[in-house]
C-alpha cells in the first residue's frame, strides 16, 4: 500500500485465473484483513488479529476473476513491529502452491466520497458497497450516529467529512458527529459496508458501547489438525512457577528445531485449561528471536465464544491477551498442546513464558516441550 502512495484506507488486487482448481490461497505478508471474492461473490476472509494470511476457494472451469480486498485496520505504534508495519500484500501470493501474478493494483484511500457516481440499481455480487442518503437537521448539534441497525463494517461520512470506522462486534456501536459537520436543512450520509451489511442510521444523544461476537470465529474451536510429537522429540520438562512473572527456561543444550510444541499437564489451580499471555524463544546466545514470521500450527482448543482468546494471542505482543482453551459450552481437560511453526529451522535455547495476568485460572503447572525441524507426525 505504501509503495503505491497510500497509508489509509483499503486496496484491491486483481487478477484472472483459469480453472477448475480448488485449494488454499496463501496471501503472504497480509495486512491486516482481506476479504476474497471470485467474480463479484464472497469465499472466504483472513485476518490479521487471528493470524490468518489464507482462506480455501473454489475456482470452476473457465476464466474467472479473483478480488482481494484489503484494509488497513490501523498500526502498532511500539516496539520492533514499528518497522516492518506495511499495509496491503507485501508477499507472493499462491493458491493451491501455485504463484499468481499479472495483478491489478486499486487504491481506495477514502478520500473523495463527493466525487462517486451513485446509481439507484441494486449491486450484483456481494462486493462492498458505498451507501447513500439524506436526512434533514433543523438545528445543528453535537450527535452520536447509532450504527446497529443492520449494518457490519465500514465508514461513515457526513457532508464528505469522514466520522470513522463502525464494526458491529464493538465496543463503539456509535459514531461521533460533530455539530460543525452538520449544516440547516439538507446533510448527505454515505455509509460504506465491506461485509455486506445495510440498513438504517438513527441519531442518538449519548455514546453507545456493546460488544457482540465475531460469528466468523465463534465456531472455530480447534486450531489446525492434532499431531502426535514423539517421545524422542522431547525437549525439555518441568513445573512452572505460580504467580503471574515471567518465566525463563533453559535448556540442558541448545536444538535445532522449526516446530515446537507446548504441552500443559495440570494447572496450578488444578482446573481444566491451560492459558498463556505471551511466549518467546531465545537463539544460542540467549537473545529473543523474531516473531513475524511465526504462526500457530494447531491448538486443541481455543476460546473464541465466551471470550477472545484466540491460541495467536500467545505472540502479539500484548500481556493482556491470552489464548484461553475452551470453556463455553465445553471444557476439555488436560493434556493441551499448542505448536508454533518459527518459519524456519533456528538454533534455540529456551524460551520465556509469561502466565496470564489478571487471574490464576489456566496459569500452566507442569508441562513439557518437544520440538522438531521437519512437521510433527499427525496424530492417528
Known sequence: MEALGQSLGFILYRTKVNGPVKGELKMNNMQDRAIVYVDGKRQGAADRRYKQDSCDIVIPSGLHTVDIFVENMGRINFGGQIQGERKGIRGPITLDGKKLENFLIYNFPCKGVELIPFSGKKPAGDQPVFHRGYFNVSNPKDTYLDMRDGWKKGVVWVNGRNLGRFWFIGSQQALYCPGEYLKPGKNEIVVLD???????????????????????????????????????????????????????????????????????????????????????????????????????????????????????LVMDNQPTTYWHTKWQGDNPRHPHMIVLDLGKVQKLSGFRYLPRQDRENGRIKDYEVYASPKPFKPAK
Request: no cysteine; net charge negative.
Open 194 to 312: 465491506v461485509d455486506g451489511g445495510s440498513g438504517t442510521v438513527k441519531g442518538v444523544k449519548e455514546a453507545i458501547y456493546e460488544v457482540n461476537r465475531d460469528p466468523a470465529m465463534a465456531d472455530v474451536f480447534r486450531v489446525g489438525k492434532p499431531v502426535a510429537p514423539a517421545a524422542g522429540q522431547l525437549v525439555h520438562k518441568g513445573s512452572f512457577a505460580k504467580g503471574a512473572d515471567q518465566q525463563e527456561i533453559k535448556f540442558r543444550a541448545p536444538v535445532q528445531a522449526r516446530y515446537i510444541a507446548i504441552v500443559s499437564k495440570n494447572a496450578h489451580d488444578n482446573g481444566p485449561h491451560a492459558a498463556i499471555a505471551e511466549l518467546n524463544f531465545l537463539d544460542a546466545s540467549g537473545n529473543l528471536l523474531p516473531r513475524e514470521q511465526w504462526s500457530v500450527v494447531y491448538a486443541d482448543s481455543h476460546e473464541t465464544t465466551g471470550e477472545a482468546a484466540q491460541a495467536g
